[in-house]
């Protein structure tokens, strides 16, 4: 079983940046997929962004295509999640999840490991 730990939320305007990172402790593969989803209260949990440690991807949702960034660090087993020019519409708590994930990297059912999530907050 993979354990993922992310950290770096926080509050920030809108403009803002932030980085968050999911460190992933455990056996994983090169085609372990770690996705960055997203839960907003009241909403379901949407996908954001994934990669994998082989390389696949990134793969982005619409909403953050041209803002967010995901990139891995394989020596760390980080993976981050560089976001910038915030709008308060990307307020949720954030998580990282991670499977063997090869198709359907947007839905959550796909991946069955979670962090605890981070809260993001951005204030208009």
């Known amino acids: 079983q993979v354990q993922l730990v992310e950290s770096g939320g926080g509050s920030v305007q809108a403009g803002g940046s932030l980085r968050l990172s999911c460190e992933a402790s455990?056996?994983?593969?090169?085609?372990?997929?770690i996705g960055w989803f997203r839960q907003a209260p009241g909403k379901e949990r949407e996908f954001v962004a994934a990669?994998?440690?082989?390389?696949?991807?990134?793969y982005y949702s619409d909403p953050v295509k041209g803002r967010f960034t995901i990139s891995r660090d394989n020596a760390k087993r980080t993976v981050y999640l560089e976001m910038n020019t915030l709008k308060p519409e990307d307020t949720a708590v954030y998580y990282c999840?991670?499977?063997?994930?090869?198709?359907?990297?947007?839905?959550?059912?796909?991946?069955?490991?979670w962090g605890q999530g981070t809260q993001v907050t951005v204030s208009s």
């Open positions: 999840a991670g499977g063997v994930v090869s198709l359907r990297v947007n839905i959550p059912r796909m991946y069955d490991s």
């Open positions: 990669t994998s440690w082989g390389g696949n991807g990134p």
């Open positions: 455990g056996r994983t593969l090169s085609r372990y997929m």
